[in-house]
């Protein structure tokens, strides 16, 4: 079966052969078979196809690629960040509280969660989405998280070093010798990816190191939580590491702008944390100036950004991380797919999975000009709409 969408008013490629940044066409048509992209052109040249569909002018985007994401949670915090907004101390104790809810969830209540959640991000337009563990931080309840997350999608990421559970506080090096050893060989099955969360509070650089040294002799790809509560050496280790990725990068030097560039590393900003923690934003135009590949996702979890909305972090990007709303476009849709080292998705041409947004608007830039709007008419992930 084939479908051809036609008048379409907008249409983002992201062909990277285009001479401008989002490969923009106008009047353009689309023709999906099967689960991919078979044909892109102006509709007047559009060929027969044994269904049609006319979107009267709407724009066409790739669908949105969430490159990091927290999903295999239970519990709530949202006590935690009426605090936070209030000015009020909080020690309910952060992650270690989602941790304690989480073991405690029965398989049917962690895969309900994660389900309802990947749902409301398609609703949004996101079709590809990564999700990690780190709310179980024991052998089987990393396993489970990863088991479980990957009956919603192949980009897994184990996260066994988010952050050390209050039963190794005395001994960190004990457990960064359990999350290489014992949960690293129980979570790798279900995992592509390893990650660390390299930060003051969390994991030096060393323990950073072993860990993801260790993910990475096991089969699985790096990537990197860091530089997100100040500066330090995570950012330079992703680039040491030549890891896929590194994320949050609020705090920056020259030198690990420099770095980044060096080993091809995709900084990965996450534009909704540093609204729901009033922190400073990254300035992701130095980055893109510098030569650096940018994505932007949406770091879904219940602490330090509970939102599932690619637009909503496209249009705070654009706000306030000093990217234009083609930039934004991009590093949502072709950005993330380079942070999952995807060529497959985040963009529209022939040859690539037919994941794609209907917008009831006519260009891109509404996106960010209508922050809050549910703009999203409808998703096609490979065939289905």
């Known amino acids: 079966m084939s479908l051809l969408l036609t008048n379409i008013g907008e249409l983002v490629t992201n062909d ?54 927290h999903l295999a949670f239970a519990g709530d915090r949202a006590e935690e960040f009426r605090a936070r907004m209030t000015g009020e101390p909080y020690t309910a104790g952060g992650i270690r509280t989602t941790v304690a809810a989480t073991r405690a969830a029965s398989d049917a209540d962690l895969r309900a969660r994660m389900a309802r959640l990947v749902a409301e991000m398609r609703a949004q337009g996101t079709t590809t989405v990564e999700i990690k563990s780190g709310y179980g931080l024991t052998v089987d309840d990393e396993a489970r998280s990863l088991r479980l997350a990957r009956e919603l999608t192949d980009e897994t990421t184990f996260l066994g070093a988010h952050v050390v559970p209050p039963e190794y506080a005395d001994d960190p090096a004990g457990y960064v010798a359990l999350a290489t050893g014992p949960m690293l060989d129980a979570a790798a099955p279900h995992a592509r990816w390893i990650d660390a969360f390299c930060e003051t509070g969390a994991f030096d650089a060393d323990q950073a190191r072993e860990v993801l040294t260790a993910g990475m002799r096991a089969g699985l790809r790096g990537r990197l939580h860091a530089n997100q509560l100040g500066p330090g050496p995570g950012v330079r280790l992703a680039a040491e590491l030549g890891l896929v990725a590194v994320d949050h990068c609020t705090y920056l030097t020259d030198d690990d702008v420099h770095a980044l560039r060096e080993a091809g590393t995709v900084a990965t900003l996450l534009p909704g944390v540093e609204f729901s923690t009033r922190q400073p934003y990254p300035d992701a135009r130095r980055l893109l100036d510098a030569g650096v590949q940018v994505a932007l996702a949406s770091d879904c979890n219940p602490g330090s950004c509970f939102t599932s909305s690619l637009p909503f972090c496209i249009a705070v990007a654009v706000r306030d991380m000093h990217l234009s709303p083609a930039q934004a476009v991009h590093a949502a849709t072709a950005g993330g797919a380079a942070a999952l080292d995807r060529t497959d998705v985040g963009r529209l041409v022939p040859g ?31 065939s289905r709409r």
């Open 16 to 69: 990277p052969a285009a001479d401008d940044l989002l490969g923009l066409r106008h009047e353009a048509a689309l023709v999906i078979e099967g689960d991919h992209v078979a044909w892109v052109g102006d509709a007047a040249d559009a060929p027969a196809a044994d269904e049609r569909r006319d979107l009267e002018g709407r724009a066409v985007l790739p669908g949105f690629v969430d490159s990091h994401s």
């Open 352 to 382: 690539s999975r037919a994941d794609l947004v209907v917008l009831d608007a006519p260009s891109h830039v509404h996106l960010a000009y209508r922050p809050g709007v549910p703009l999203v008419a409808s998703v096609i992930t490979g």
